[in-house]
């Protein structure tokens, strides 16, 4: 155990000087110690950036859900594995067992073998926060199969791209899904999918709202029935280290989403072994991360993480607002939780609302408090850390990517002092680079640049799903032998990192990444519309919020502006979702254009945050008149 869970910073640099001396060392302790392998690997690591080729425990045999729940049985049987708080709170929380767990998930990877599922297929999960969810997601590990989990806000429309990216033969959903004071007809939406996925041939429903639905013949299932028939004995499919475990999307700042693939031996060690120290879980811990399983946060840290740990997770399905601003706390006093893992946007909403919703409950469990999204403001920082952490449990600022699979760069609670706005030190085994835009490495303290990392960690992507050539020139095309990360960051004078924000198109909305390209798209489409553009302004609770330039086409000139901003908006909520929906809408006669075509993104930055004193460099600006009439009439 010496080594796995850190105790103090000089163990810290230690051990991360081990890491970067002699990794394969490194690893190979904690992957022998700490997880169960049906075969040992013939390598530990192996990496060529250039095409890129990463590999980690090449040869080792597993299957993560025996490190999940197989091995917890005898020591944790009893012990809440999943504890899940329903979005009412007048209905009974469940407290599912390790034993409970791994009958489930036997039990449905019996259905999926019987609806003929094999090693390898795709299954599409879109579900609501329920504890099938999570039991999907290793029912598919069980097997072998791949999962690729679309969050239930999806539009049908994003949810058929994804569906058919990655050819999924089954879909896994439920008949609707509470949230707030809210019901969606999940399965209409999954039905209107379904109309341009002809490789769908089954999809399983889960009964949730009791809402009446329609059941096509042959193809769809309710899920209950198919349980009930099959035995709760299921052997575990025998995995290569590198096969792949998930797929999941993430918005690129251009084209369609790209499909993260990630392997199963070593992102189960990385993310097991950065959540027992950056969560600092013991025992009878009840560990909460208020994400969704539909990103990347559930997957490895409200699913794998947790469970590699016999620990008890919660699962929640509603919102911080209902039924008021004091649900989170509520939840927090009535488990008694001691882990607390949310977003910076859920912070900022919360401290708008009256303390009366903090101090009515007891947060005296609490013992950690961590973030995680975006970068988290000065402010907000304050509220968190006076008014849930009562200045005594240490906040964890967690930065990492849907492709880096596990947290990055963080405090160790009780370990490393922490600084608001500041994600502090590289975990253990992540080599950070900051570099200017001539593509030099910044060394020593005081710098800003761009983040990368330049040497392989265990959970990183793989590839995107179906474009290697993708995921090589997005990542690593940028800076020789670099994974490139998106992220602007600087390193202060002791060595702290802060992430500035992304210096690419993607936008962070309350915590969720869009990419410009597929919002404009959308847009587009629209039959007044000519062109626009979307760029983000700084907004109080959200981080950012969506400010788009549009021109239209003659046929829109006659229309009334606001009924058109709201078919924009619908046309959005249809392709990608709500979360996409701009917050502002500027009809222009024109774009600021490069003499090369290209719009200058940065000129209508400024525009949106109302900073237009100083354009900077408008050299190459083909067309200044179109500016200051934007200018003149932004909103
Ligand atoms: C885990 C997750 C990734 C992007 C990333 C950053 C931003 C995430 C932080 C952060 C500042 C943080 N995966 N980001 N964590 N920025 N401080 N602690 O969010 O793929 O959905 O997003 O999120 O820009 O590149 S993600």
Redo the contacts with the bound molecule.
Sequence with gaps: MSNYHIKHLEEYFQLYRKSVREPENFWEEIAEEHFVWKKRWERVFRWDFTKPEVAWFEGAKLNITENCLDRHLYVRGNKTAILFEPNDPKEEAQYITYKQLHARVCKLANVLKEQGVQKGDRVCIYLPMIPELAISVLACARIGAIHSVVFAGFSSQALATRINDCDCKMVITSDGSYRGAKTTDLKGIVDQSLESCPGVKSVLVVKRTAASIHMEKGRDHWLQPLLDKVSDVCAAEVMDAEDPLFILY?SGSTGKPKGMVHSSGGYMVFTAYTFKNIFRYQENDVYWCTADIG???GHSYIVYGPLANGATTVMFEGVPSYPDYGRFWDVVAKHKVTQFYTAPTAIRALAKESLDFVDAHDLSSLKVLG??????NEEAWHWYNNNIGRNKSPIV???????TGGIMISPIPFVTPTTPTY?TLPFIGIQPALMDEQGEELMGNQVEGRLCIKFPWPSMARTIWGDHKRYYETYFSTYKNMYF???GALRNAVGYYR?T??VDDVI?VS?H?LGTAPIEDAINEHPAVSESAIVGFPHDIKGNALYGFVILKEVGESRDRDNLRKEINQQITEHIGPIAKLEKIQFVPGLPKTRSGKIMRRILRKIASQDTDNLGDISTLLNPEVVASIIKDAL
């Design positions: 993430t990103w990347i946060t973030t995680v999204g975006e970068p988290i600022d967690t930065w990492w990517q849907t492709e994600a990360t998106g992220d992430i924000g992304r962070i915590g990444n």
